[in-house]
């Protein structure tokens, strides 16, 4: 942590940066001023220095605007946040061990403003049996294993905050549009990134609510990026890309970007600025940027280069892999490490004075120097943001009884687990009952096909290209 990080701290939740009546949040049809913000951020404030010695709170709310002015409120009182937006199981919330639990009731007034107690820690940890710099949690996905906490500094979220490698250029103040969920890392770059800036948020209504309210929402308040997944970005462009037009920079992140998805979209005439990011959770929010040409033709978006002040480290991979590089991150956008039991337990290396990270993706450079992202050590891919270990899936939906092999395939159109049926199976859908469970378990976006054998290329090797056609083909109806 450097001398001037508490001032710079202090220079972005302070009160005198939220004494105005100008519109910093939009949610739900209604406007909130940064005053309003502030008075919500209070009564969390007073809730927290009731408590004596919180110092991780949880925070639960019913709206968007409820986090955040909850985590401006815990931190203005010197606490770490923890957003536990109904995604965190009792086990997960062991990794941090709350000594307060709050919820942020959003009132008309600030009368009406409630920080309402929901739990206290019957046996409270020491204050400093975490970092004082640590100040927010990331969740990851957990889809291979219990879901880890990483430790968010505020010289982590300063660095986000000031990196101009995820700015966009814009004639006022930047207004973000997005739906992030709070647990996750992309709620900093939806929200407190362009707030920290003087902007403001404007929550879009999530693609399977009303993504046809999207167009007069980014008119009405001049949106000028939004952040969506990769998979989003293919549903949007492929059956409605008219509600992505009005937006100038479309920011993709979470897992691979395909090139036919942005092909679709130029096609379907968008001439929005398409940026493919890419970060662990583990690196606040992102670490390489790449900015998609006019005239792209390659077969795969690179995960492009670091950001500022962020440095790469590209490490042999085993001897099957020889031309591929395993990924290593540093910098100051790296996260400080793992919680466990309330305790920041396993703390990642410091190399230079930042913290270093090893990705456990694979990675190839192409001619220009971009880094091209080539999968994982460890067999895992990404789906909806989600990691899912397919080696896994494909072994646990191997032993359900009927079932010969299954492999996991993924392209622009989605992810799917393709199951091959034994000769003496029982009834398909019998068969059906028992996987849907045990798929959806790794991941809701993953779709089941049954099939009774693979199709395979020239040389032997399943053809999935053509699995994927008849996947698609069964999914849309389309003969």
Avoid at 5 to 30: F, K, L, M
């Amino acid at each position: 942590m450097t001398g001037t990080e508490p001032d710079a701290w202090n220079d972005v939740i302070g009160e005198h940066r939220w004494c105005s009546p100008e519109t910093v949040w939009v949610e739900e049809g209604h406007e909130y001023g940064r005053e309003h913000v502030s008075e919500l951020a209070a009564a969390v404030e007073r809730a927290v220095r009731r408590s004596e010695g919180a110092r991780v709170v949880c925070l639960r709310a019913d709206t968007r605007l409820g986090f955040f002015a909850g985590q401006l409120g815990v931190w203005r009182a010197g606490g770490l946040a923890v957003a536990d937006d109904g995604s965190l199981a009792p086990d997960v919330l062991d990794r941090v061990r709350p000594d307060l639990t709050l919820f942020v009731r959003v009132g008309e007034t600030a009368q009406d403003h409630r920080a309402e107690e929901v739990a206290r820690a019957a046996e409270p940890l020491p204050a400093d049996r975490v970092p004082a710099d640590v100040v927010a949690v990331n969740f990851t996905s957990g889809s291979t294993g219990r879901r880890k906490a990483v430790a968010v500094t505020r010289g982590n979220l300063l660095a986000l905050f000031a990196c101009r490698g995820l700015d966009v250029p814009t004639d006022g103040s930047p207004t973000a549009g997005g739906f992030a969920a709070p647990a996750f890392d992309g709620w900093w770059f939806d929200t407190w990134k362009a707030v920290a800036a003087g902007g403001r948020v404007v929550r879009l209504p999530h693609v399977n609510d009303d993504v046809f309210a999207w167009p007069e929402l980014a008119e009405r308040y001049a949106v000028d990026r939004v952040l969506l997944p990769a998979a989003v970005v293919t549903t949007v462009v492929g059956a409605a890309p008219e509600c992505l037009a009005g937006i100038p920079w479309i920011f993709s992140g979470g897992e691979q970007f395909h090139a036919a998805t942005y092909r679709q979209a130029r096609g379907a005439g968008l001439t929005n600025r398409f940026v493919n990011l890419y970060g662990p959770t583990e690196a606040t929010f992102a670490t390489h940027r790449y900015d998609l040409p006019e005239g792209f033709t390659a077969d795969t978006i690179p995960i492009g280069t670091p950001l500022d002040g962020c440095e790469q480290t590209l490490l042999p991979a085993d001897d099957s892999r020889r031309h591929l590089e395993h990924l290593v991150v540093s910098g100051p956008l790296v996260c400080a490490g793992y919680l466990d039991d309330g305790r920041l337990a396993e703390p990642f290396p410091v190399r230079r004075g930042h913290a270093t990270y090893r990705t456990g993706d694979l990675v190839h450079q192409d001619s220009s120097g971009a880094l091209v992202y080539a999968g994982r050590l460890d067999s895992q891919i990404k789906v909806n943001g989600t990691r899912v270990d397919t080696e896994a899936l494909q072994s646990a939906a191997s032993a359900v009884p009927g079932v010969l092999d299954c492999r996991v395939a993924q392209d622009a159109r989605g992810t799917v687990a393709f199951v091959r049926l034994a000769g003496d199976s029982p009834a398909r859908e019998t068969v059906r009952a028992g996987l849907e469970p045990l798929v959806r378990s790794f991941s809701d976006a993953i779709r089941l096909h049954l099939v009774d054998a693979f199709p395979t290329k020239a040389g032997g090797k399943i053809d999935f290209p053509s699995l994927m056609d008849d996947a698609h083909t069964e999914r849309t109806g389309k003969r």
